[in-house]
């Protein structure tokens, strides 16, 4: 099925731990994001990739890392989990950045302990 | 740091009823999409409207856009229970790397 997913759905992991959240894109979407949703901030953005080896910081990048070797996967690992991390994580891909629209995962709902 | 701001943070009314959300943004944009999420859910996109534009519709749904007040509204007519729902907006600046940043949203309650 064409779509945006991301993997796992839930993740409780420990502080300290290497995490990572899976996201695949089956439209070949040459860009896509990772935001992170937290009450009383709204989506802020993580990391973008505007193509195939190409990513970018965005607002919130520390303890963050990306990758992008295909562009249907975009990948972020958290190097060493801290309870500030605990989040919703949402993927996105687009055609043209903000000049169309995202589609949405339905995101990681990733706890720390 | 957010670029566009919804308000109300919260909206609640009766089904039948229409509801208003805003938008204000601080600089120059492209373009400003709206988008819902569902409790539980991924945002999905509603409309997008284009700095050179003044209002779009989409069924129930009528945007509007003020560039010289740097501001948009969301209305939804005729609300339906399903559209309890968040309701956010988004703008990609001009002259920036074409990325979309989110509000805060406006959390809507349409009771039956």
């Known amino acids: 099925d064409a779509g945006i997913t991301q993997s796992p759905r839930y993740k409780i992991t420990e502080t300290g731990r290497q995490v990572t959240l899976m996201c695949h894109q089956t439209?070949?979407?040459?860009?896509m994001f990772w935001y992170r949703q937290d009450l009383g901030h709204g989506l802020r953005l993580i990391y973008y990739?505007?193509?195939?080896?190409?990513?970018d910081k965005g607002e919130v990048p520390d303890g963050y890392v990306v990758s992008r070797s295909k562009t249907e996967n975009f990948p972020l690992t958290l190097e060493s989990a801290t309870r500030s991390q605990t989040s919703v994580y949402f993927c996105?891909?687009?055609?043209?950045?903000?000049?169309?629209?995202?589609?949405f995962g339905n995101g990681t709902r990733l706890t720390v302990t | 740091s957010q670029q566009g701001e919804e308000d109300p943070q919260a909206l609640s009314i009766q089904e039948g009823e229409n509801a208003t959300m805003n938008c204000s943004y601080k600089?120059?944009?492209?373009?400003l999409q709206w988008y819902r999420q569902n409790s539980g859910r991924g945002l999905v996109h509603l409309i997008l409207?284009?700095?050179?534009?003044r209002e779009k519709h989409s069924g129930r749904l009528r945007v509007t856009l003020d560039t010289s007040k740097k501001s948009s509204s969301l209305l939804i007519t005729a609300s339906r229970a399903a559209d309890t729902a968040s309701y956010f907006c988004?703008?990609?600046?001009?002259?920036?790397?074409?990325?979309?940043?989110f509000g805060r949203g406006t959390s809507l309650i349409v009771h039956p």
């Open positions: 439209w070949s979407h040459s860009y």
């Open positions: 996105a891909s687009s055609e043209r950045g903000g000049y169309s629209p995202l589609h």
């Open positions: 600089t120059s944009i492209n373009n």
């Open positions: 990739s505007a193509a195939a080896d190409i990513t």
């Open positions: 409207i284009r700095s050179n534009e």
């Open positions: 988004a703008t990609d600046l001009t002259g920036g790397s074409y990325i979309p940043t």
